[in-house]
């Protein structure tokens, strides 16, 4: 997760497609979640607890 405005997974409200993973995909590692992915995961978890 990254509070950093990247596209390196896709999906979520913003609808990242495989398309728009190169404009801002920045790690040399693991692809991580920008930070609406990471509030929507959070909540997505949070209602099936």
């Not at 990254?2 to 390196?8: A, C, F, L, S």
Request: charged fraction near 20%; glycine fraction near 6%; include cysteine.
């Amino acid at each position: 997760m990254t509070g950093q405005n990247v596209t390196e997974c896709v999906g979520g409200s913003r609808t990242i497609t495989f398309d728009d993973l190169s404009s801002r995909y920045h790690t040399h590692c693991d692809p991580r979640l920008n930070a609406s992915q990471s509030l929507e995961l959070a909540f997505a978890i949070a209602e099936r607890l």
